[in-house]
């Protein structure tokens, strides 16, 4: 009862935000700028969003490596294919981990193993989409004028970058009480894993230029979204804006992230003196390639050796 509850909360949330970013959008002004160049700009955005997933791959495949779950390239490539699929089906921007853990768990690695390649991985990615808001600060700082979202963007960046920081700094302490209850014995466990593979000699550099480059990859998507309506906007404003609204859209308070990237995109374009609604125009069609990307993952599914197992009961749907 409480999972539905909270499920149709998030449906709440995502129809209620949707309702009223969609306001601000003209789709009949909207569909008269795409033409036969807006079909390749999509299409590169696809073609980003798909090397977005591979390089995702190769980040989780040395993390889960640490953990005691080794993944062949296929296996993980196939399992981050479903998971972008579940992504976008499940009540929750983050329900494709839970199910990329259960494919996990369930082809040998076990439960443990699998939790932790999958919290560390999203752990890393988050302490990296920090970083990159922190380093792009000075400049996002003078193209946002508005106090309000001066604030919003110092808040919600430092507040992610000191849950990363603290995170780690987890991992470093040797407190007993810490393995001795539950919870604090698993995230501390985590949080050494983390610490062994962001300091390692030779796991660290690959997996942060990893990290680094599937932020930027999501930069790119935008950006090409931005050329295929020919929207008014600067590639290094694209990349000082989108960061800190994909951090916010992973708050787990909404279907896929719709509604709350819209609003997002909203006010942050209207925070830089931007036009509000092109910010729910890019979001609009930025969601609409991850819908793209996840339908293929679903073709994945559906073809893949685990449905055809019937184990799809099993898969939890995260709260």
Not at 58 to 72: G, K
Request: hydrophobic letters at 60%; glycine letters at 8%; proline letters at 3%.
């Amino acid at each position: 009862m409480r999972r539905i509850a909270l499920s149709s909360l998030k449906i709440l949330v995502s129809a209620g935000l949707l309702y009223l970013a969609l306001g601000k959008v003209n789709f009949h002004e909207l569909t008269s700028r795409f033409n036969v160049a807006s079909l390749g700009w999509i299409g590169l955005a696809i073609a980003a969003a798909f090397l977005q997933i591979f390089l995702g791959v190769l980040r989780w495949r040395e993390i889960s490596a640490e953990c005691d779950a080794p993944l062949h390239l296929m296996q993980a490539l196939r399992y981050n294919m479903i998971g972008a699929f579940f992504n976008q089906t499940l009540p929750s921007s983050i329900g494709g981990d839970a199910v990329r853990l259960w494919l996990v768990a369930r082809a040998g690695a076990g439960w443990r193993a699998a939790t932790y390649s999958i919290f560390v991985d999203r752990a890393v990615g988050l302490i990296a989409l920090a970083i990159v808001i922190v380093a792009s600060l000075p400049w996002s700082y003078q193209l946002i004028s508005n106090p309000s979202g001066r604030v919003a963007l110092l808040l919600v960046d430092f507040a992610a970058l000191a849950g990363g920081l603290g995170f780690l700094l987890l991992g470093r302490l040797h407190w007993p009480w810490l393995k001795r209850w539950w919870a604090t014995h698993h995230l501390h466990a985590c949080a050494v894993i983390a610490n062994r593979v962001i300091f390692s000699r030779d796991r660290g550099p690959k997996v942060a230029v990893l990290s680094l480059l599937v932020h930027v990859l999501t930069v790119v998507i935008a950006w090409c979204v931005v050329r295929s309506i020919a929207a008014p906007v600067l590639f290094s404003q694209v990349f000082e804006l989108v960061p800190p609204v994909m951090l916010i859209t992973m708050a787990p308070i909404s279907i896929a992230g719709w509604g709350v990237r819209e609003t997002t995109m909203s006010l942050a374009f209207g925070y830089a003196g931007l036009l509000a609604n092109e910010g729910v125009n890019v979001s609009l069609l930025f969601g609409a390639v991850s819908f793209a990307v996840g339908a293929f993952g679903g073709l994945v599914w559906v073809l893949s050796a685990e449905k055809a197992a019937k184990g799809s009961a099993s898969i939890a749907v995260p709260s």
